[in-house]
């Protein structure tokens, strides 16, 4: 079955870049998207298809993937970033799949 | 588009946790629809998706234990997970992927619109 391999925490100060990667065999050749879910709270979407912001997303947050990582920047990092952070990609064996999650802290 | 999820909040071992996912402002007749847990603490799990008369995919470490199926005129998509245990508690959504028919091959495939949720303890 495909995974995708988060890291399980990323720290951040604020107004500084926030980096969070997404790992899989070849996940370049797949699309990645990207979820935040704050506590108590559904995800959102905040990136699709590797780099699309979709309406009402910030800015600062951008997209990339190539070769076996996917990465998702938050730019000038801000303290109502803090949030869990998913991505997710489709494999045509395992279908729709997630990322462990990333804890993003905003110190 | 609004989804809201319902169902029982509490399951025993062995039985059988069936949900139902509510849309309204969307027709479930196009587009993908989508179940995905999130046990206490930890990550998304995808259960499956259905897109209405065409296709359903699961996630091959439930398929043998779940069903789903769309009911038109009730704009409602269910969700049935049979033989549950303990580890079946969590909170499941509901969520529409805005792909048309992709027939198998779907690698741009992403949510937009996610439930609040409902959560589902399993216990005696």
């Known amino acids: 079955s495909y995974e995708l391999i988060q890291p399980p925490s990323v720290s951040v100060s604020p107004g500084q870049t926030a980096s969070i990667t997404c790992s899989g065999h070849n996940l370049g050749q797949k699309y990645a998207c990207w979820y935040q879910q704050k506590p108590g709270q559904s995800p959102i979407l905040v990136i699709s298809?590797?780099?699309k912001r979709p309406s009402g997303i910030p800015e600062r947050f951008s997209g990339s993937n190539s070769e076996n990582t996917a990465t998702l920047t938050i730019s000038g990092t801000q303290a109502m970033d803090e949030a869990d952070y998913y991505c997710q990609a489709w494999d045509r064996n395992s279908f729709v799949v997630f990322g462990g999650g990333t804890k993003l802290t905003v110190l | 588009v609004l989804l809201q999820e319902s169902g029982p909040g509490l399951v025993k071992p062995s039985e059988t946790l069936s949900l139902s996912c509510s849309v309204s402002?969307?027709?479930?007749?196009?587009?993908?629809w989508s179940w995905i847990r999130q046990s206490p603490g930890k990550g998304l799990e995808w259960i499956g998706y259905?897109?209405?008369?065409?296709?359903?995919d699961l996630n091959p470490s439930l398929k043998s234990r779940v069903t789903m199926s769309a009911d038109t005129s009730r704009n409602q998509v269910s969700l049935t997970l049979t033989s549950v245990t303990t580890a079946d508690t969590a909170v499941y959504y509901c969520?529409?992927?805005?792909?048309?028919?992709?027939?198998?091959?779907?690698?741009?495939?992403?949510?937009?619109?996610w439930g609040r949720g409902t959560l589902v303890t399993v216990s005696s």
């Open positions: 969520a529409r992927a805005p792909i048309y028919y992709c027939a198998g091959d779907c690698p741009n495939w992403y949510i937009d619109v």
């Open positions: 402002g969307y027709s479930i007749t196009t587009y993908y």
């Open positions: 298809q590797d780099s």
């Open positions: 259905i897109y209405y008369s065409r296709t359903t």
